[in-house]
């Protein structure tokens, strides 16, 4: 099976726009999870999809929102970008307990 | 607070060295996962345990959940450069269905 997969890689964003990320999860893998990754705050978790819904959400401000796709495809969005969102950000799904990452997309704004 | 902890956060010793880690809860989890990270990439899956008391091996690294599954460690032996990264324990505790990462152990080793 192909694992999960996370477009783009890497994005430059200005302050104060928006950005969308893309998440494919394993094949037959319901559930999308989404974290945040910096230095100094380790890994949070943004939320997470089930067939559909947010089953999970983590303690993010409302800029922070994702979807799901009856494929399973998942994206996450942030809008008006601030400074502090540069951070690796990790997709994940999940069968039932075990959850596999993907690469990663880099974001950095400036 | 965060619901897994782990210890130490920091870890650098010389190559051959042997070394644990901890993964504490006052949760009980119906299993817990160890994974790998490196700079830049997505955490790598190690291993699940699910058993509590269960001991499972990988290579040069030995992974154990206690008894009462509040709790996991992973020994490495006769540690390599090549097992230079961020550890991160997590699992879904059995009161929800949500995924909880530890802290992580920085785990440096000098060539």
């Known amino acids: 099976k192909a694992g999960v997969t996370q477009t783009p890689r890497y994005l430059i964003k200005t302050r104060g726009q928006q950005v969308t990320l893309s998440c494919s999860p394993i094949s037959g893998h319901r559930s999308v999870s989404w974290y945040q990754q910096t230095p100094g705050q380790g890994l949070q978790f943004l939320f997470e999809y089930f067939s559909e819904t947010q089953r999970n959400k983590g303690n993010f401000p409302g800029r922070f929102s994702g979807r799901q796709f009856s494929n399973s495809r998942s994206e996450m969005n942030v809008s008006t970008l601030e400074l502090g969102d540069s951070a690796l950000y990790l997709c994940?799904?999940?069968?039932?307990?075990?959850?596999?990452f993907g690469p990663g997309t880099r974001l950095t704004v400036t | 607070t965060q619901l897994l902890e782990q210890s130490p956060q920091f870890l650098s010793i010389q190559e051959g060295e042997n070394l644990t880690v901890y993964c504490n809860s006052s949760s009980v989890f119906s299993s817990l996962q160890w994974y790998r990270q490196e700079p830049g990439e997505g955490p790598v899956l190690l291993v699940t345990v699910v058993t509590g008391g269960e001991v499972k091996k990988l290579k040069r690294l030995t992974f154990q959940f206690g008894d009462a599954r509040k709790d996991s460690s992973l020994h490495i032996t006769a540690a390599q450069p090549g097992d230079t990264g961020l550890y991160l324990c997590a699992g879904v505790p059995n009161t929800g269905n949500q995924f909880y990462f530890g802290t992580g152990t920085s785990l440096t080793v000098i060539p």
């Open positions: 994940a799904s999940r069968d039932s307990y075990e959850q596999y």
